[in-house]
């Protein structure tokens, strides 16, 4: 069983259109969580970090459930330059930083 | 400020062969990573420096891969003799001291063995 897992898609969605984005991590032990955020043959880009509680970012809301072991994304009112492939990544606790990603989910957002 | 560079931004080798890759991380920063995408998978975590001390290297794939970080400052990774699954990009990553911190990515080095 893969470490992080995400629907790889791809999601195409119209301007304006609500996504949502679902991964599952299977190490217990992970502590930290990142939604990043990667371009066709770019670097990865840290998007928003993960809490507990939940947060948000202007359109972008991520939501982290510990017992389930689960993290979502959702977008909101999509944009053409939202297009891209999103990255879910764990951080262990111990592991002294070392970034565990999921595949991605490949997003497409069209006029 | 620069970001993350790393060099060459393309390799093309033929099995057998060696190449050196490099990376130079934010100036300042502690901790700098190696990681490793391969097609079709998943990024993958290869090592970790903390200045020029390896923290971890769980993650190199096997003995033909060496992570040197001179000084704490810029960092190669050498492939020696390269086989065909090495190829892939290589990501290095570097953040400020405190390990949780943000991981700032460099563009990568698109390394194609033949």
């Known amino acids: 069983r893969k470490e992080v897992e995400q629907d790889p898609g791809p999601f195409n969605v119209p301007e304006g259109a609500t996504v949502a984005f679902n991964c599952t991590y299977s190490?217990?032990?992970?502590?930290?969580f990142f939604w990043y955020r990667q371009d066709c043959r770019k670097e990865p880009k840290l998007l928003m970090s993960?809490?507990?509680s939940g947060n948000e970012d202007g359109r972008f809301t991520a939501q982290l459930n510990r017992a389930s072991q689960y993290i979502s994304l959702l977008i909101r009112d999509s944009k053409l330059s939202d297009s891209a492939t999103y990255l879910c990544?764990?951080?262990?606790?111990?592991?002294?930083?070392?970034?565990?990603f999921g595949k991605g989910t490949k997003l497409s957002v069209k006029p | 400020e620069a970001g993350v560079t790393q060099f060459p931004s393309h390799s093309v080798i033929e099995k057998g062969q060696t190449v050196t890759l490099r990376c130079d991380p934010i100036s300042g920063h502690d901790n700098l990573y190696w990681y490793r995408r391969v097609m079709g998978k998943e990024i993958k975590f290869l090592l970790h420096f903390v200045k020029e001390s390896k923290q971890d290297e769980s993650g190199m794939p096997n003995n033909r891969f060496l992570a040197e970080r001179t000084g704490g400052t810029y960092s190669t990774l050498k492939v020696q003799p390269a086989e065909l699954e090495d190829s892939g990009v290589y990501f290095c990553?570097?953040?400020?001291?405190?390990?949780?911190?943000?991981?700032?990515f460099g563009p990568g080095t698109r390394l194609t063995v033949l």
């Open positions: 190490n217990s032990a992970s502590q930290s």
């Open positions: 993960v809490y507990s």
């Open positions: 990553a570097s953040s400020q001291q405190m390990v949780e911190n943000e991981q700032f």
């Open positions: 990544v764990v951080n262990q606790r111990g592991s002294q930083g070392n970034l565990i």
